[in-house]
T-cell receptor, first 110, second 111 residues
């Protein structure tokens, strides 16, 4: 089976940097994804790490360390619109469905 | 290009009834995934269909079932509804790569 742990809530100031951590215990781990979900909205894909290291997409970066079963999402230059829930999700080799963490609610304050 | 579409947006049923939820994937995507998101919880994997076949199912009772049609659209059926089935049901499609595209979901309320 697979399980992922992430903090339930994080608060950060507009313009700052925030890191959301995710640790996982999975069998047949293939990669780690990150999704953003605004209240009442659909989850949208942010980033994927199939290999160890850092992936950068604009203001968002994601990191994976397979040896530590750990990853994080880094959001820079925070904007008010970044207030949302962020989910890490793992996929297994040969099975493409995602297993999600419970999500981290990010609140960006002025 | 149209995204993943789900219908209905909202559905209210009474306990014991059956609910049918529908999903149309992005054109060209053959895989459809169903997830349940109960209030305050993460997304729980329900079912995965690909090329008309059920490929995998999550830890849900058999009263959760579905099917995929030749045009790759999909239907989720929930029989003998219980109060705890109240949740947002999300459908996602994928071209079998690392990114899943989600619909806006169906909010099912069981009263």
């Amino acid at each position: 089976g697979q399980s992922l742990e992430q903090p339930s809530e994080v608060t950060a100031v507009e313009g700052a940097i925030v890191q959301i951590n995710c640790t996982y215990q999975t069998s047949g781990f293939y990669g780690l994804s990150w999704y953003q979900q605004h209240d009442g909205g659909a989850p949208t894909f942010l980033s994927y790490n199939g290999l160890d290291g850092l992936e950068e997409t604009g203001r968002f970066s994601s990191f994976l360390s397979r040896s530590d079963s750990y990853g994080y999402l880094l959001l820079q230059e925070l904007q008010m619109k970044d207030s949302a829930s962020y989910f890490c999700a793992s996929s297994g080799a040969g099975s493409y469905q995602l297993t999600f963490g419970k999500g981290t609610k990010l609140s960006v304050i002025p | 290009e149209a995204g993943v579409t789900q219908s209905p947006t909202h559905l209210i049923k009474t306990r014991g009834q059956q609910a049918t939820l529908r999903c149309s994937p992005i054109s060209g995507h053959t895989s459809v995934y169903w997830y349940q998101q109960a209030l305050g919880l993460g997304l729980q994997f329900l079912l995965w269909y690909d090329e008309g076949e059920e490929r995998n199912r999550g830890n849900f009772p058999p009263r959760f079932s579905g099917r995929q049609f030749p045009n790759y659209s999909s239907e989720l059926n929930v029989n003998a509804l219980e109060l705890e089935d109240s949740a947002l049901y999300l459908c996602a499609s994928s071209p079998l790569n690392t990114e899943a595209f989600f619909g806006q979901g169906t909010r099912l309320t069981v009263v």
